[in-house]
Antibody, heavy 124, light 110 residues
Framework: QLQLQESGPGLVKPSETLSLTCIVS??????????WGWIRQPPGKGLEWIGS???????HYSPSLKSRVTISVDTSKSQFSLKVSSVTAADTAVYYC????????????????WGQGTLVTVSS | QSALTQPASVSGSPGQSITISCTGT?????????VSWYQQHPGKAPKLMIY???SRPSGVSNRFSGSKSGNTASLTISGLQAEDEADYYC??????????FGGGTKLTVL
């Protein structure tokens, strides 16, 4: 059974870089066509897609966050990472990692497996 | 880009059927058959309930069904149960970005 687990600091100072890692177990992160994404949810608010990447295809980022976001992968450790630079209080949220199965259009599928989420607070 | 439009809340009594709408444009919901629906209980991760407009993942009750007409997708829950009380989100592929979510709908079982 595929499992995803987020990890990283729960507190980040304003203007610094938020860094999170998602460890994937029970499946291969390099499987062709699969996308691995990050989604966040500010306290009491809705879901916001951050970006998705595929080992075999290109990466895609939310237009509103693209200038501050990087998603990278370490296949040797079966994990992928998220970096958000120049954070503000508006970046305070629960961050989820999740998987998208292959589709004809890149990153078009729904997210079928999710991590439990990790709360990141931006505060000095 | 703008989130898809969902009603803030819907409610129904046990045993009834309810429908949650998700309205977009020809550039997202209306243009592609890649609409998904998620259920989220408080403090929990979202759970995929419907994908590709009408398909149900293994293990999801057949009381949940999805459909689409024009630029509006819908999630219908029949035989409403107390455990269905949760937040529901739609998402769609878009011409400018692979994923956009709706604002979410709170379902209350009376």
């Amino acid at each position: 059974q595929l499992q995803l687990q987020e990890s990283g600091p729960g507190l980040v100072k304003p203007s610094e870089t938020l860094s999170l890692t998602c460890i994937v177990s029970g499946g291969s992160i390099s499987s062709s066509g699969y996308y691995w994404g990050w989604i966040r949810q500010p306290p009491g608010k809705g879901l916001e897609w951050i970006g998705s990447f595929s080992y075999s295809d290109s990466s895609h980022y939310s237009p509103s966050l693209k200038s501050r976001v990087t998603i990278s992968v370490d296949t040797s450790k079966s994990q992928f990472s998220l970096k958000v630079s120049s954070v503000t209080a508006a970046d305070t949220a629960v961050y989820y990692c999740a998987r998208q199965p292959p589709r004809k259009l890149q990153a078009a599928a729904g997210f079928d497996y999710w991590g439990q989420g990790t709360l990141v607070t931006v505060s000095s | 880009q703008s989130a898809l439009t969902q009603p803030a809340s819907v409610s129904g009594s046990p045993g009834q059927s309810i429908t949650i709408s998700c309205t977009g444009t020809r550039s997202d919901v209306g243009g592609y058959n890649y609409v998904s629906w998620y259920q989220q209980h408080p403090g929990k991760a979202p759970k995929l309930m419907i994908y590709d407009v009408t398909s149900r993942p293994s293990g999801v009750s057949n009381r949940f069904s999805g459909s689409k007409s024009g630029n509006t997708a819908s999630l219908t829950i029949s035989g409403l149960q107390a455990e269905d009380e949760a937040d529901y989100y739609c998402s769609s592929y878009t011409s400018s970005s692979p994923v956009v979510f709706g604002g979410g709908t709170k379902l209350t079982v009376l």
